[in-house]
T-cell receptor
Framework: GNSVTQMEGPVTLSEEAFLTINCTYT??????LFWYVQYPGEGLQLLLK?????DKGSNKGFEATYRKETTSFHLEKGSVQVSDSAVYFC?????????????FGKGTKLTVNP | DVKVTQSSRYLVKRTGEKVFLECVQD?????MFWYRQDPGLGLRLIYF???????EKGDIPEGYSVSREKKERFSLILESASTNQTSMYLC?????????????FGPGTRLLVL
């Protein structure tokens, strides 16, 4: 079945450091790919998404490019802030019976220190 | 603003109790989902529903049931709570699309079963 593998955390960075969180997927067909973020004490919210190969999703300084040849969707940010401390989830859409589910990775906890 | 609300942020129950977790969305979404989130395991889908009175099992339905009598409300029921059901429960909703759908999450209910 479809699956998502993302790098295990936790990841600890200093403010203004470069961030990469790796995500690879296994899927039949051409799923859409997502990054969700969960800030402390909150539910998940969509950070960015890409719906086809070579698409780049971007939001709040974060970017990820849908790479079909490497089945990857790595999350990057050039300069992280303390406020980016959160848990990040990579996900793909998994269509089943007319209702699309999301398959999530296990999450990567990011802590940014001042 | 889109909104998914869950009836409780924190809940403490005793083993064997019947537990109801309620979720309400105000976006007129067809699809609704229940997940549980556990450290190191990420999000796992319990049940989902793509229409009123319709339900589908997710990856870990054992020990749970659901009810969807109205479009905006999706309830998760623990018939006889057990300690291994201590977890964070997240509700989400979405509108069917073509692989581009975004799931909107509630803030979560942290359930402790003693």
């Amino acid at each position: 079945g479809n699956s998502v593998t993302q790098m295990e955390g936790p990841v600890t960075l200093s403010e203004e450091a470069f961030l990469t969180i790796n995500c690879t997927y296994t899927a039949t067909g051409y799923p859409s790919l997502f990054w969700y973020v969960q800030y402390p004490g909150e539910g998940l919210q969509l950070l960015l998404k890409a719906t086809k190969a070579d698409d780049k999703g971007s939001n709040k300084g974060f970017e990820a490019t849908y790479r079909k040849e490497t089945t990857s969707f790595h999350l990057e940010k050039g300069s992280v802030q303390v406020s980016d401390s959160a848990v990040y989830f990579c996900a793909l859409s998994d269509q089943q019976g007319g209702s699309e589910k999301l398959v999530f990775g296990k999450g990567t906890k990011l802590t940014v220190n001042p | 603003d889109v909104k998914v609300t869950q009836s409780s942020r924190y809940l403490v129950k005793r083993t064997g109790e019947k537990v109801f977790l309620e979720c309400v969305q105000d976006m007129d979404h067809e699809n609704m989902f229940w997940y549980r989130q556990d450290p190191g395991l990420g999000l796992r889908l319990i049940y989902f529903s793509y229409d009123v009175k319709m339900k589908e099992k997710g990856d870990i339905p054992e020990g749970y049931s659901v009810s969807r009598e109205k479009k905006e409300r999706f309830s998760l029921i623990l018939e006889s709570a057990s300690t291994n059901q201590t977890s964070m429960y997240l509700c989400a909703s979405s509108s069917p699309g073509t692989g581009q759908e975004t799931q909107y999450f509630g803030p979560g209910t942290r359930l402790l079963v003693l």
